[in-house]
């Protein structure tokens, strides 16, 4: 059942837990994430990113993630994650997504209010959400303190552009972590408090089930995650390749080893969003 981000975050707010956005980028990550989802009868967001065109086109798998989102057991958003061109969201619009993303966190903020505010009123033509990022989080192992999200910017910013959702930096990164986060909770609460919208939290992958928890009753209902699922798959494909040895391996193959890896990561993520 294909639905918007605010009816799968009315969800999540009502039951006090968070929805996993998890991106896919293969028709495995599809099938994974909305399996595991189905499982546990749990709303869902299958995500996007403009990045992963590297791997596949949005004009290829976008209107397959819609199909599937339509014909799913569960309430499915399909969303557009980190758009940074705004003739990109409207691309995704015309595909039946119902959710974007546009991400002016690296522009000052005027600027990013005033293309945040386009985008809305893109998503608001199509009855879609509009989620937007304010802050930016650091890559590769490191964080910025002084990138932050400010709470009283916070709450300028959602009263300027009328956004459903704001993604924050708090602590999170995007990729692998190679030190143990430390994440600002009380940051996470006053925002949620000044904006009176649901907070997102990117790079959601190698936080700790305890942390996780602890971020949801603050407000965070959207959880982005990708990087631990896509090296959960590859890592079941390498160790059945070395079991293979000297043994023919077949592609067919390889995409189920991945496939099921990565349900089961994603499987043992909303388990933890929900509170199951």
């Known amino acids: 059942m294909l639905v918007t981000m605010n009816r799968v975050l009315e969800y999540a707010e009502s039951y006090g837990q968070a929805i996993g ?47 599937m989102a339509e014909k799913a057991n569960v309430p499915v958003c399909v969303h557009l994650d980190h758009g940074e061109k705004l003739d990109y969201l409207q691309k995704a619009l015309d595909m039946g997504f119902t959710s974007i993303m546009y991400d002016g966190s690296m522009l000052d903020f005027d600027q990013n209010v005033a293309n945040t505010r386009i985008a809305v009123e893109m998503a608001a033509r199509y009855g879609a959400s509009a989620e937007a990022e304010l802050g930016a989080m650091g890559g590769n192992g490191s964080t910025d303190e002084d990138r932050y999200t400010n709470p009283d910017e916070a709450k300028s910013f959602v009263e300027l552009t009328g956004i459903n959702a704001l993604a924050c930096s708090f602590g999170t990164i995007h990729g692998l972590y190679f030190a143990e986060p430390k994440l600002d909770f009380d940051r996470i609460s006053d925002i949620r408090q000044k904006t009176g919208i649901p907070v997102v939290m990117h790079g959601g992958s190698g936080v700790s089930d305890k942390d996780f928890r602890e971020c949801i009753r603050r407000g965070v209902r959207k959880i982005n ?8 798959g590859g890592e079941a494909v390498k160790k059945q390749c070395l079991k293979a040895e000297n043994e023919f391996v077949y592609y067919h193959d390889v995409a189920v080893w991945g496939r099921e890896a990565i349900k089961a990561d994603v499987l043992a993520a909303m388990k933890v969003f929900s509170g199951k």
Request: charge should be negative; include cysteine; charged fraction near 15%.
């Open 225 to 232: 995650y990708y990087t631990y699922s896509a090296k959960a």
């Open 21 to 67: 956005a998890f991106n896919v980028c293969t028709l495995e990550g599809i099938q994974a994430t909305l399996e595991a989802a189905e499982e546990l009868k749990q709303p869902v967001i299958i995500q996007f990113v403009e990045l992963h065109e590297a791997y596949i086109s949005l004009d290829v798998i976008g209107p397959i993630m819609v199909m």
